[in-house]
Each structure stands twice: as C-alpha cells, then as structure tokens.
C-alpha cells in the first residue's frame, strides 16, 4: 500500500502540460485551453489517470470569479450563501441563514402537501432540504452545484454564449450512496437523483451532486469557526479548462446538452414546489 500523505496531484498547465501541481497553482492559472469536446474528454480522461485517488466532479461557468491575495489573484469557488464583495459580515450572513431556515420549513411543509414519496427522508435530514433549495434556486445555501457529467457542466458554461467559458474540474473522496461524508476531507457529497423524487426528471438526466462542508454549517455560530478562505470549494480544484464555446460544440458527435433540459420547468411538479415556497418567502 502506498504510505498516507505522499499522493501527488496532477494537472495541466495554461500551455496544455501535465505535470505535478499544488492546488494553488491551478487556482492561479488562467486556465488550460481546450478546442473542443474531444480534446476535453482527452485531458480529462488523462486527469483521471493520473489522480485515481480522487473522484473527478465538474462545474461549468461562464466566467472565473477570482479572489486577490498577496501572492495574487486565485479562483474561488464559494456557495452562494458566503458570496459577495466585499465578504458578507455578521448581520448579512445570519439574514441568509435565518431566511434558509424559513425556506426549509416552508419546503417540507408543501413536500408534504404535494404527497411526494418519503417525505420522512426530508425532515430529518437538512441537507436533503438544502439540496432541493440550492438546485432549484428557492435562496442562498452553503452548498455547490456540480455535475458528473462533464456534457452537462460544459453546457452549462455555454448556455448564455459567452465568448469565453470554463470548466472546473474538482476531486472529491469516492462517493458512495446518496450522501457521502468524508471527515478527513471535511465534505459531503449529495447526489441529487437520490433526493429528488422520479417524477422531477431533469435532475436525474444532468447527474447532479451538490458539495457542502462536514460536518453541517447550518449558522451562523458554527459558520464563525472557519475563515472565510476555508469555505471555498476552489481548495478541491483540480484542473481548470477553458473555451470558446462557438466552436468547443462543432462536433456532431457531441452536442451540447439543450437548455431546455438542463433548467426546470412548470412541467416538474417540484419546481412548482419551489415556486410556491419563494412566493412564501416573499422573494
């Protein structure tokens, strides 16, 4: 066995070469140039390779958002709950947490109503409440989309036609069941087909995962252990990817996933579940 603590990490640089790399480093690149699907599929497939000690998630973006330090600017990959600039202080964070908090009463209250299976599943565990709140944009939580897929990531960096996209590549612990809890990694790991019932359809085609932290931050005082820079899912990042998505889809082999199927609609009975619930909340 291979002794704890000596695994590397591998990654492409901006140039499009593979080697040894920090995190921090690829946190810092402008990203690794991709021309289309194929050449993506390739990298990725040598990424997975090289790293078989991690579980490869993929998260697709219309931009790099980007944090500066004095070692100079790094991407960040926050939840929406801890997103702004300047960085949200005390009042601000414990007005999001305390509106999270009023949403998952109010979903659990009309999951019910609506007579969708086991129901029992979400009331006692929040971070299946959480999952359906973040998936279907009901308010802010401390969780991160992403997808096994990376057709569906890509898709959903592309979707607005950007000039440029990008494709972050995040290693995650093996994932196994629903919810994947990994202490060492200090995450959890939610697989979105799991928690949604059969007859929301989408989020079982876009194999979806959310990414939180573990054990739960569900306020504001068990937010005030951690700093702000531990709560960035760019610390699990990989490799990042970038492209133009007018010629990254020219493959026929390869077409991009259409919108219509990566957002929900009125024809998925919990988007409108979730409509409901953000009328409730007045938002």
Same mark, same amino acid.
Request: glycine fraction near 6%.
């Given at each position: 066995?291979?002794?704890?603590?000596?695994?590397? &990490?591998?990654?492409? @640089? /901006? +140039?499009? +070469?593979?080697?040894?790399?920090?995190?921090?480093? $690829? +946190?810092?690149?402008?990203?690794?140039?991709?021309?289309? #699907? &194929?050449?993506l599929a390739t990298k990725v497939a040598t990424l997975q390779f090289l790293n078989p000690g991690q579980v490869l998630l993929f998260r697709g973006q219309p931009s790099d958002h980007k944090r500066s330090s004095s070692e100079g600017d790094f991407s960040t990959l926050k939840p929406n709950l801890f997103r702004g600039t300047p960085v949200p202080g005390a009042p601000e964070l414990r007005h999001r947490f305390e509106k999270l908090k009023e949403a998952e009463a109010q979903l659990l209250t009309e999951y019910q109503e609506f007579g969708f299976p086991e129901p029992e599943r979400l009331a006692r565990q929040r971070i299946l409440r959480w999952s359906i709140i973040q998936h279907y944009g009901i308010c802010d939580t401390p969780l991160l989309d992403v997808s096994q897929s990376m057709r569906v990531? *890509? @898709? #959903?960096? @592309? /979707?607005?036609?950007?000039?440029?996209?990008?494709?972050? $590549?995040?290693?995650?612990?093996? %994932?196994?069941? *629903? %919810?994947?809890? @990994?202490?060492?990694a200090g995450l959890q790991i939610v697989r979105l087909a799991s928690v949604c019932p059969p007859s929301a359809l989408r989020p079982h085609i876009q194999e979806g995962y959310l990414l939180g932290e573990y054990p739960d931050m569900g306020d504001y005082d068990q937010k005030r252990n951690y700093g702000h820079f531990e709560i960035d899912f760019g610390r699990r990042l990989v490799a990042k990817f970038v492209f133009n998505p007018g010629t990254f889809w020219g493959n026929p082999d390869f077409p991009p996933v259409p919108h219509a199927?990566?957002?929900? /609609?009125?024809?998925?009975? &919990?988007?409108? $579940?979730a409509q409901t619930v953000r009328r409730r909340l007045g938002m």
């Open positions: 066995m291979k002794i704890v603590g000596q695994e590397k &990490l591998f990654s492409f @640089s /901006d +140039r499009g +070469r593979i080697a040894a790399r920090e995190c921090f480093a $690829v +946190r810092q690149s402008k990203g690794c140039k991709v021309q289309d #699907f &194929l050449d990531a *890509a @898709s #959903f960096a @592309s /979707d607005e036609s950007p000039r440029r996209a990008y494709l972050m $590549v995040l290693g995650v612990p093996n %994932i196994s069941g *629903a %919810i994947t809890a @990994s202490a060492e199927a990566l957002y929900p /609609d009125d024809h998925d009975p &919990l988007y409108e $579940v």
